[in-house]
């Protein structure tokens, strides 16, 4: 169950990374890499994830618990007690490792220069906007995934059938599993 929780919580930190800053620190690099997650990779960014993800968590959730002979009765607040001791350590893990990304993959002035921005005004507004933008984002992809998958799945349909990629005893079974492509 953590499991999907974590991996969906990278991509949307994924997403998320794109700033460092550099307050006064014996190393410049770690200080700018440090400065940028922590405008970058905060809680409530994350909750802006969650958010557009959450029918999907909670489902997710539920039938990992299903599976083990185990329903809850209220998956609503299960989640949200869920994320309530979930959400702080994973912050702070992800923005431990993001400065670390941030440091083997760009120099000095490059994390300089990003931590400048985040210090403007255009750089906060940006920080601040942010939230909402990866809920937008993630509403987008679930949309445009849906629309994917199900033309992908129309298209596999008919490869399956033409490439002959699926053997079975009962020609029913085939003829079933087309029809849910379709």
């Known amino acids: ?12 930190c994924a997403i998320s990374l794109i700033g460092l800053g550099s307050p006064v620190h014996a190393n410049p690099k770690k200080a700018a890499a440090e400065y940028i997650v922590s405008q970058t990779i905060t809680r409530s960014m994350l909750e802006g994830a969650i958010a557009a ?13 299903n599976a083990k002979g185990t329903t809850l009765t209220d998956p609503d607040r299960f989640f ?19 400065a670390s990304v ?21 750089g906060q507004a940006y920080v601040l906007a942010t939230p909402k933008l990866m809920s937008e984002g993630a509403r987008m992809g679930q949309v445009a995934g849906r629309k994917a998958g199900k033309n992908a799945a129309k298209r596999l349909a008919t490869r399956i059938e033409d490439e002959g990629l699926v053997v079975v005893e009962d020609p029913s079974l085939l003829s079933r599993l087309l029809d849910a492509l379709q």
């Open 1 to 12: 169950m953590i499991g999907i929780l974590v991996k969906t919580f990278f991509c949307a």
């Open 80 to 98: 949200d007690l869920l994320m309530e001791e979930f959400l702080s350590e994973f912050t702070q893990s992800m923005q431990e490792q993001s």
């Open 53 to 65: 993800q959450r029918p999907m968590m909670i489902d997710a959730v539920q039938y990992q618990l």
């Open 102 to 122: 941030y440091l083997r993959n760009f120099s000095k002035q490059e994390l300089t220069d990003i931590a400048a921005f985040f210090q403007t005004d255009s």
